[in-house]
Each structure stands twice: as structure tokens, then as C-alpha cells.
């Protein structure tokens, strides 16, 4: 069974930068697409960023504003998601997902609904 485990959360100040790891266990770095999500206090579970299999396609929500990117690094078996300019709002828990049912438009590969396997989350926290 795949397994998702990430880490490289913690607590920064607004405009500080994190770089978030999920170490997947298997191959399936490189072979479906992948994906970031995160949950902030009272908020429902949104799209951060998705990867397809080659590391050629990317899709942001609009939130990131050029402020976040997502690669992988299929040797090492990892999702990345570097994080500059952070943001009081940018307050959640993050996660990593794989194994998607459909990845046919963006709306499929950036919906929580849409993953079977899922990490247990890194949280972020950023102060202003």
C-alpha cells in the first residue's frame, strides 16, 4: 500500500519561505499525477498545486500567485512544494496526494475528492 509522509512545516514570519517534502513509499513518484492540498483553520480542504508523471504540467489555485512551485524528484521518491512570500493566510495544514481517479481537466487534479491515498499533513504557520 502506498504510503505519503510529509514534512518541512513550521512556524515563520509573513514573507518568510518553507520547502515542504513528501516522501512517497513505492513508485508512484513519476507515474500519475500528484498533488498539495491544504486545510486552514475552519476551511475546507483546497488545491495547492498538481504535478503530472513527466514533471512537464503544473496547475496552481489561484491563491499561489506565482508565490509557490511544485516538483518532484521521481530517484528520491518525493513531492516538493517550495513556498516563498508566505502569507498570514497561508495558515493550514498541508498534505500530499496520490493515486487521482481522473486526471483528464485541471478541475480533477486540484479537487481533495479526486485522491485515494493521502500523508498525514506538515502544518504551516505563518505570523504577521
Excluded at 506565482?66 to 498534505?95: C, H, V, W
Aim: net charge negative; glycine share 12%; hydrophobic share 30%.
Amino acid at each position: 500500500q502506498v504510503q505519503l509522509q510529509e514534512s518541512g512545516g513550521g512556524s515563520v514570519q509573513a514573507g518568510g519561505s518553507l520547502r515542504l517534502s513528501c516522501v512517497v513509499s513505492g513508485d508512484t513518484v513519476g507515474r500519475d499525477w500528484m498533488a498539495w492540498f491544504r486545510q486552514g483553520p475552519g476551511k475546507e480542504r483546497e488545491g495547492v498545486a498538481a504535478i503530472d508523471s513527466g514533471g512537464e504540467n503544473t496547475h496552481y489555485g489561484s491563491f499561489t500567485r506565482g508565490r509557490f512551485t511544485i516538483s518532484q524528484d521521481s530517484a528520491k521518491n518525493t513531492l516538493y512544494l517550495q513556498m516563498i512570500d508566505l502569507e498570514p493566510d497561508d495558515t493550514a495544514m498541508y498534505y500530499c496526494a496520490a493515486e487521482p481517479r481522473a486526471t483528464q481537466f485541471v478541475f480533477h487534479v486540484l479537487h481533495p475528492s479526486n485522491y485515494h491515498r493521502w500523508g498525514q499533513g506538515t502544518q504551516v504557520t505563518v505570523s504577521s
